[in-house]
T-cell receptor, first 117, second 113 residues
Framework: EAGVAQSPRYKIIEKRQSVAFWCNPISGHATLYWYQQILGQGPKLLIQFQNNGVVDDSQLPKDRFSAERLKGVDSTLKIQPAKLEDSAVYLC???????????????FGSGTQLSVL | DAKTTQPNSMESNEEEPVHLPCNHS???????IHWYRQLPSQGPEYVIH???SNVNNRMASLAIAEDRKSSTLILHRATLRDAAVYYCILRDIGSSNTGKLIFGQGTTLQVKP
């Protein structure tokens, strides 16, 4: 079974530039999550999609971050403009059902490591 | 969401058992206890979960205290590949459940040869 695919693996940009990350979840998974992981910390949820609708984006800095999930499959996360504090690993995860499920697993990709200089 | 407390780091010798503790004194009746681990340069991966009874799978065992205020992840025979950050997470499956996981700091496990 193919896992969660993310690209690029690494990205280096200068502050005030824009950047986009792409995620392809496991086939058939309805729920997709984007997490931000700053060095030395646990992952923090940025946004959760159920199919192509947003379930939770309370932690997403909406003045600079945006995300979309077209047709309920792939997703992109964009930062514009980037700040130094956005340097982190951006992880995408998916699960079969998500909201309302009893106890399913989340499957994570390997992440995109972003460095903002 | 209820919080968990884990030691920042632990050390183990290769081929010995490892007991990773987790305190969750404010756990509610609908909270399941989940463990994920994160190997270097990878995303987290599921290890095990339980509610009240002890659980075993091919990766590990989960021992849950009778009052459910603490739990222990047991790796029966640590290998160098088990060196990772281990996260203990409470997951509410009640009406507010959205499926998300809320991660804490976790325990960094070092395994010495």
């Amino acid at each position: 079974e193919a896992g969660v695919a993310q690209s690029p693996r690494y990205k280096i940009i200068e502050k005030r530039q824009s950047v986009a990350f792409w995620c392809n979840p496991i086939s058939g998974h309805a729920t997709l999550y984007w997490y931000q992981q700053i060095l030395g910390q646990g992952p923090k949820l940025l946004i959760q999609f159920q199919n192509n609708g947003v379930v939770d984006d309370s932690q997403l800095p909406k003045d600079r971050f945006s995300a979309e999930r077209l047709k309920g499959v792939d997703s992109t996360l964009k930062i514009q403009p980037a700040k130094l504090e956005d340097s982190a690993v951006y992880l995408c995860a998916s699960s079969l059902i998500g909201q309302g499920a009893t106890n399913e697993k989340l499957f994570f990709g390997s992440g995109t490591q972003l460095s903002v200089l | 969401d209820a919080k968990t407390t884990q030691p920042n780091s632990m050390e183990s010798n290769e081929e010995e058992p490892v007991h990773l503790p987790c305190n969750h004194s404010t756990i509610s009746g609908t909270d399941y206890i989940h463990w994920y681990r994160q190997l270097p340069s990878q995303g987290p991966e599921y290890v095990i979960h339980g509610l009240t009874s002890n659980v075993n799978n091919r990766m590990a065992s989960l021992a849950i205290a009778e009052d459910r205020k603490s739990s222990t992840l047991i790796l029966h025979r640590a290998t160098l590949r088990d060196a990772a950050v281990y996260y203990c997470i409470l997951r509410d499956i009640g009406s507010s459940n959205t499926g998300k996981l809320i991660f804490g700091q976790g325990t960094t496990l070092q395994v010495k040869p």
